[in-house]
C-alpha cells in the first residue's frame, strides 16, 4: 500500500473492517472455511511486500486478498518481529477457526451498518478478530457483508450483551482515562502497533460529543509519526535511503522536529544529493545526457540551491540542444 499518511479514522475504520452490510442482492457464494486461505490465488512476493504498513495489510484482508495479506505479514514480522498486532493476524489466518473460536455459537442477523470488525469488537472483544469471525462463517471477503445475512457468533466468546462502555455516560470518562493511560504507556515503550490498534479501538467506542477527540487526537498524531519514524530508521539501516527519507517526511508531515527523524533527514538528504550528484557526472561524461539530466533533476529537488548541479545541468542540456542540431534532419 502507499504508504500515504491516514487519519485515526481512517485507520479505525480498516480496523473495524470497514464497509458496512450492504442491502441484500443474490447471496454470495462461499467456501468452506478451513479452505479459504488456501482456494485463493497466489500472488506475487513482489506485490505483497510493498505493502509495507499494517493499515494497508488489513485493507488485503477486508477485501479477502488473504494469501497477499499473509505474505505482507510475513515480510513485515521480518521488519518488525515484536509487533503483537502482526502476530495475532497470523494467527487467525494460520489456525482453524473453528479450533480458535470454539465449536458452540449463536446465530446473528446482519443490520445495516454492521461490520465484522465491529461484530468482532462487541462479541469477541477485539475488531481485529474480524479476520477469524469471516474465516468462521466462510465469508471471503470480509467487507462484503449483506443486510439480512446469517452468522455464526462463537458463543463461548460472548460478552454479556451489555452496551460499550462508550455508552455508558457513567463509565465514559474513566474507559476514556484508560485508554489514553494505555495509548501513552504503549507509545513511551515503543509499541507503535499496539498504540495504533488501541487508538483505533478508542475511536470506534468513543462517546458522542467529541469529549474524546481532545486527546484522541494529538496520540493518533504521535503514534502514525513514531510509526513512520520507526520504518524509516529500519529502512536507513537496510541502506534503502530513498524509501528511508520519505518515511521521515511522512513522520515530520505528523509531527514537525520530531527528532531523530528530522536530524536523520537531513543526514540522509546531504547523502542522497552527493550520491546522485556522483552518478549524474558518470553519465554526463559517458555523454548519458538524458540520465544526467534526471540525477540532477532530483538533487536539485533536494536541494535546490545545490550550485554543483546548477551548473552542470546547465551545460548538460546546452550539451544535448548542440547534439540535436548536428543530427541530420
Known amino acids: 500500500m502507499n504508504p500515504a499518511i491516514l487519519s485515526a479514522g481512517v485507520l479505525a475504520l480498516l480496523l473495524l473492517a470497514g464497509c ?47 494469501t497477499e495479506a499473509r505474505a505482507a505479514l510475513g515480510a513485515y ?53 474480524f479476520v477469524a469471525l469471516a474465516r468462521y462463517n466462510a465469508i471471503a471477503r470480509p467487507k462484503a457483508l449483506v443486510v439480512g445475512q446469517t452468522l455464526k457468533i462463537p458463543a463461548e466468546r460472548r460478552t454479556s450483551g451489555a452496551p460499550p462502555a462508550a455508552a ?11 485508554y489514553r493511560r494505555r495509548i501513552e504507556a504503549d ?53 534503502r535511503h530513498g524509501a528511508a527519507d520519505e518515511a521521515f517526511a511522512q513522520a515530520l508531515a505528523e509531527q514537525p522536529g520530531l527528532e531523530p527523524a528530522r536530524s536523520h533527514r537531513a543526514e540522509l538528504r546531504g547523502a542522497l544529493v552527493a550520491g546522485y550528484h556522483e552518478a549524474a557526472v558518470v553519465h554526463y561524461r559517458n555523454q548519458q545526457l538524458d540520465e544526467a539530466i534526471a540525477l540532477w533533476d532530483k538533487v536539485l529537488k533536494l536541494d535546490p540551491d545545490f550550485e554543483p548541479a546548477q551548473g552542470y545541468r546547465t551545460r548538460a542540456l546546452e550539451l544535448k540542444r548542440r547534439l540535436q542540431a548536428l543530427e541530420p534532419r
Do not use: C, Y
Not at 455516560?169 to 484508560?178: H, I, V
Open 20 to 66: 458496512a452490510a450492504q442491502p441484500a442482492k443474490e447471496a454470495p457464494a462461499q467456501a468452506s472455511a478451513a479452505d479459504e486461505v488456501t482456494q485463493l490465488p497466489p500472488a506475487a512476493e513482489g506485490e505483497a511486500v510493498r505493502v509495507r504498513d499494517l493499515a494497508g495489510i488489513v485493507e488485503l484482508l477486508q477485501d479477502g486478498r488473504m
Open 77 to 129: 514480522l521480518a521488519r518488525e518481529p515484536g509487533s503483537g498486532v502482526a502476530r495475532n493476524l497470523v494467527q487467525q489466518l494460520d489456525s482453524d477457526p473453528v479450533a480458535l473460536l470454539g465449536p458452540a455459537h449463536f446465530e446473528h442477523v446482519v443490520q445495516p451498518g454492521d461490520t465484522l470488525g465491529e461484530l468482532a469488537r462487541r462479541h469477541l472483544g477485539d475488531p481485529l478478530r
Open 168 to 178: 455508558s455516560p457513567a463509565g465514559g470518562a474513566e474507559s476514556g482515562d484508560g
Open 187 to 239: 507509545l513511551q515503550a515503543g509499541r507503535i502497533d499496539a498504540a495504533l490498534a488501541l487508538i483505533a479501538e478508542a475511536q470506534a467506542r468513543r462517546p458522542p460529543g467529541g469529549a474524546w477527540q481532545a486527546w484522541l487526537d494529538p496520540l493518533s498524531r504521535r503514534a502514525r509519526a513514531l510509526g513512520h519514524q520507526q520504518r524509516g530508521i529500519a529502512l536507513m539501516r537496510q541502506g
